[in-house]
């Protein structure tokens, strides 16, 4: 079974990309969990709901990204099913 998190009106514009894709120091708005029960209700335990803002601080495998003043690691493809809204670019 497949689950997702809700979205929420009122998002901010930008691109929604997958969370391990982000660049080192490049932040995000968490806009979607995609993935079985177990894994979207893992994540969320640990901060990574919709509308959480977080940093890449390393990108890679493993990854550590910076959520709530807490360094947090992951490895695999875990963070390919977190998508985040990244901040347009300025033209």
């Given at each position: 079974m497949i689950a997702q998190m809700p979205a929420v009106q009122g998002e901010?514009?930008?691109e929604m990309v997958p969370l391990?894709?982000?660049r080192a120091g490049q932040t995000g708005r968490v806009g979607?969990?995609?993935g079985n029960?177990?894994?979207v209700h893992r994540l969320r335990e640990m901060g990574?709901?919709?509308g959480a803002t977080v940093r890449m601080i390393r990108p890679g495998s493993p990854c550590i990204i910076g959520l709530d003043g807490q360094r947090l690691g992951f490895r695999g493809d875990?963070?390919?099913r977190v998508l985040v809204r990244v901040p347009a670019m300025a033209s």
């Amino acid at each position: 079974m497949i689950a997702q998190m809700p979205a929420v009106q009122g998002e901010e514009t930008g691109e929604m990309v997958p969370l391990a894709l982000l660049r080192a120091g490049q932040t995000g708005r968490v806009g979607e969990v995609l993935g079985n029960v177990e894994l979207v209700h893992r994540l969320r335990e640990m901060g990574l709901y919709h509308g959480a803002t977080v940093r890449m601080i390393r990108p890679g495998s493993p990854c550590i990204i910076g959520l709530d003043g807490q360094r947090l690691g992951f490895r695999g493809d875990d963070l390919a099913r977190v998508l985040v809204r990244v901040p347009a670019m300025a033209s």
